[in-house]
């Protein structure tokens, strides 16, 4: 990845198909050797126009809404694995008619609305999410099984027999995790749960598997899921990870509009914004790489090429850094920020009015092919 992208004049998330059919082979391989189904969550990647590619890998996708489980049907060509916290009385029935699956977060919705799913999609396959009460996410706002969480039923409120309706479990637990960690949890996932998995058809493990990153253990992941296969060989066992499709398979190009000093810091500020185009970078937080430089602490701020990075939003937190580059910046250099594919257009906003950067798919051969460019009206009609 030693594209610089000068050549580029305007901000654009550049996904690199080379890099995605890498993540799409692996995952394919994995699921074949675990005899397990893994499928694509939209929360994280959903550039419907790279869903040839993924067709040929994969056969379905999960989706947390009704936008995301009629594209899941219109532009992915399967219905949808559905979960929402909540479903409402004005998209159940519509969501029903796009789903192969629907998992309801309570009991309550549950007795609600199973009838309502049946008598719109009769095929529709019903599920249920459960908490093990169990998850080593560290940080809180991305715990899906912290004390009070809204997700799941655990197991201490379940009836000794599942309501009739119920043909799956699903479980979600994890965020950006190995294989080791699926281990402890999916120990506790049996501990509470095992006497009901025999009755069931289909167990969701949800996603946080980050089965593309370096390092992880494939061979432990696979070995898990043979074993058991073993202990409930009638369950068919399902992944939903969504960052590990796209993990490291592009970037976001920025330029450098103009460089600030206060107190000793020098920030170049870029024409786009962390709050804005890299939100994950203030909620997690998390500090992305920057191609070509040196992330430092903080204290080392006043360094020779040092620098903060700046967003172009009025929020005064929507900066980060401190990154030393070769050599000085000036206005109109590119900068490069790595890993922007995942949980990126999918949350991005147009606070401020922003210009909105575009999206493209950087060719096999090189070339780069513009996917989707935002002008003026995209803004004005979100507010109208």
Known sequence: MSNTYKNIPTPIYIIEEKLLRRNLRLISDVARMADIEIILAFKAFALWKTFPIFREYINSTTASSLSEALLALEEFGAPAHTFSPAYTDYEIKDIARCSSHVSFNSLTQLQRYAKTVKDANPDVSIGLRVNPEYSEVGTLLYNPCAPGTRFGVIADELPEELPCEIEGFHCHCHCESGADVFQRTLAHIEAKFGKWLPRLKWINFGGGHLITRDGYDVELLVGMMRDFHKRYPGLRVILEPGSAFA???????????????????????????????????????????????EMLPLDKADEENTYRLGGNSCLSGDFMGS?????????????????????????????????????????????????????YSDYKNRMD
């Open 247 to 293: 993990w490291r398979t592009g970037s976001l190009v920025s330029h450098v509009v103009d460089i600030v000093e206060n107190h000793g810091i020098k920030t170049a500020i870029l024409d786009v914004s962390f709050t804005c185009h890299m939100p994950d970078c203030l909620e997690m937080p998390y500090q992305p790489a920057v191609r070509n430089a």
């Open 323 to 375: 990154w030393r580059f070769p050599a000085s910046l000036k206005v109109g250099d590119t900068v490069v920020f790595e890993d922007m594919i995942h949980y990126t257009t999918v949350k991005t906003t147009m606070f401020n009015g922003i210009a909105h950067p575009a999206i493209g798919m950087e060719k096999t051969d090189g070339s780069i092919e513009i996917l989707r460019e935002y002008g």
